[in-house]
Nanobody
């Protein structure tokens, strides 16, 4: 049974930092592209960052470029999202996802999803 378990979400003040983790089990981690998505209340789920397994290339939404960094540790079956300079617009539930296909940017490119972790940015 494949499981993706996110952790690290919490309440943080504007300008603060958080590191989200997503631990994968039940699958051979290495071939999977990994993505972080987020969904704010009343909004659609959107891609935040993704990392391709074959090249290690990372992709970011324009809204987080320069502030967020995605990385993966294939020895620990874990993907991370380092988030710096957080602002209130970053408040959302953050989901990690795993996919084998070539696509990275659409939710449909990912076969497996975690349950999400809440990030709240507020003073």
């Amino acid at each position: 049974q494949v499981q993706l378990v996110e952790s690290g979400g919490e309440l943080v003040q504007p300008g603060g930092s958080l590191r989200l983790s997503c631990a994968a089990s039940g699958l051979t981690f290495s071939p999977y592209n990994m993505g972080w998505f987020r969904q704010a209340p009343g909004k659609e789920r959107e891609l935040v960052a993704a990392i391709r397994w074959s090249t290690g290339s990372a992709y970011y939404a324009d809204s987080v470029k320069g502030r967020f960094t995605i990385s993966r540790d294939n020895t620990k079956n874990t993907v991370y999202l380092q988030m710096n300079s957080l602002n209130v617009e970053d408040t959302a539930v953050y989901y990690c996802a795993a996919g084998l296909g070539y696509g990275l940017f659409a939710a449909g490119a990912y076969e497996y999803w975690g349950q999400g972790t809440q990030v709240t940015v507020s003073s």
